[in-house]
């Protein structure tokens, strides 16, 4: 049985999130998975090796000492107002000071995970490197800690992700850099993963734990079944409607719902006390009569509004009028 594949069905869909939360688990020397630095190791020599980051981490890498790193999960940085929350940062420290408690940080990495090129948001990436910038700034860390942007996509290098990547531009960066990692295909994440397996089973690096083994084999496989849907979108189960695009919370009679909006243009209305989906299109005529939202529900031909025309509607008309309990962009 693959723990992934399972996790992935129904209402346990695996997301971002999800995904990010594997890779964190992996590059964090702190967790019980008995690879200790070896993986973080290995993604930041991989890195060394793209364009622009040529020996970015030899000051961390030449050298025989554990790797001191914290890894944090949607961390939130703010720029102009508006709050981002970055999906992985790294954070590596050297010993520093006049006492054995004191360190430096000398990198931060912020990762930006896509798993669909469809989630792509042009203006994220430079956003999130402004806003780390400032939060530099405001420690004065600017002049010892290097940033390195990582972009982490599916095998995809056109379209809306190549436009999110290349709107951080070289003059934004200055001193600092970014590097376009794949999930899959070489020097990529999974090539990463598959070079730990090789080493272990052949003796080059301590045994891992049999649990540990199995679920690293086991996570490759989702990886390449999710990216081999993204090349093939035959493939992709009908019932799945992708990620969610946006969503907007509404309260009727002291329970909660959250109107979701999918990347396949597919609407969900979403009973957060229940945790249970509602049927879709009743519930919104409800919302647009018991919220006083004056929505028609048919088109001027006469022909009555789907889900998608009537909840896409609905979520314009919450967020214009601020009738919302609150919204965000996933």
Not at 121 to 127: A, T
Not at 180 to 191: P, V
């Amino acid at each position: 049985m693959n723990i992934f594949k399972a996790l992935s069905m129904g209402k346990g869909r695996l997301n971002e999130e999800n995904m990010s939360a594997m890779l964190g688990y992996l590059l964090s020397p702190r967790q019980p998975h008995g690879l200790g630095d070896l993986f973080l190791k290995r993604f930041l020599s991989t890195l060394n090796n793209f364009e622009g980051c040529n020996g970015r981490f030899n000051n961390v890498l030449d050298t025989k000492n554990p790797l001191e790193a914290e890894v944090l999960l949607e961390e939130p940085y703010s720029y102009l107002g508006k709050k981002w929350f970055v999906d992985l940062v790294i954070q590596i420290y050297t010993k520093g000071g006049s006492t054995l408690n004191d360190k430096n940080e000398v990198h931060r990495i912020i990762i930006e995970n896509k798993i669909h090129s469809q989630s792509s948001n042009s203006i994220q990436l430079r956003s999130e490197f402004l806003a780390v910038l400032d939060d530099l700034k405001s420690q004065q860390a600017q002049n010892t800690t290097d940033i390195t942007m990582v972009f982490l996509t599916p095998d995809i290098t056109t379209g809306p992700l190549q436009s999110e990547f290349n709107t951080l531009l070289d003059s934004d960066l200055e001193n600092h850099r970014k590097a376009w990692l794949k999930w899959t295909g070489d020097s990529s994440i999974i090539s990463i993963i598959r070079s730990v397996l090789k080493d272990e089973s052949i003796g080059n690096i301590d045994p891992i734990s049999d649990y540990m083994r199995h679920t690293l084999k086991a996570f490759i496989r989702h990886v390449l079944d999710s990216q081999e849907e993204l090349k093939n979108p035959s493939t992709i189960k009908s019932n799945d409607p992708g990620e969610i695009k946006e969503f907007i919370l509404a309260r009727m009679d002291d329970v909660l719902y959250r109107i979701e909006q999918y990347d396949s243009s597919t609407i969900r209305v979403y009973n957060v006390e229940t945790q249970e989906n509602e049927v879709a299109l009743p519930m919104l005529k409800r919302i647009n009569i018991e919220l006083h939202l004056g929505l028609d529900t048919h088109f001027s031909s006469g022909q009555a509004k789907n889900t998608r025309h009537l909840g896409k509607e609905i979520i314009r008309c919450l967020k214009e009028q601020g009738k919302s309990e609150s919204s965000s962009p996933t």
